[in-house]
Nanobody, 120 residues
Framework: QVQLVESGGGLVQPGGSLRLSCAASGSGFSIDAMGWYRQAPGKQRELVAIITSGGTTNYADAVKGRFTISRDNAKNTAYLQMNGLKPEDTAVYYC??????????????WGQGTQVTVSS
């Protein structure tokens, strides 16, 4: 089982910045892609950004130009740099990873989520 742990959430004022991290732990796995999703109260979970093992990225229109996703393959860690935060960015942010185990069994794992609150 691949475990994902997010960190870096918190309370920030509009226009501020925050950096989220997601560390994958375990053994005998290979991650194909990692992504960040978010869910606001009463809303469906939505994609924020994804990054493949090759470095290809994709962003939701709402965060383009403000958020940057990156990863350190050697550390099995993904990051989300969030700049110019807006109140509408307030949500629980979840990390996702998909890939294959050493026994060639696919997995799709989720972290526990980290709260991001943007408020003056």
């Amino acid at each position: 089982q691949v475990q994902l742990v997010e960190s870096g959430g918190g309370l920030v004022q509009p226009g501020g910045s925050l950096r989220l991290s997601c560390a994958a732990s375990g053994s005998g796995f290979s991650i194909d892609a990692m992504g960040w999703y978010r869910q606001a109260p009463g809303k469906q979970r939505e994609l924020v950004a994804i990054i493949t093992s090759g470095g290809t990225t994709n962003y939701a229109d709402a965060v383009k130009g403000r958020f940057t996703i990156s990863r350190d393959n050697a550390k099995n860690t993904a990051y989300l740099q969030m700049n110019g935060l807006k109140p509408e960015d307030t949500a629980v942010y979840y990390c996702n990873a998909r890939g294959w185990s050493s026994t060639r069994v696919s997995f799709n794992s989720w972290g526990q989520g980290t709260q991001v609150t943007v408020s003056s």
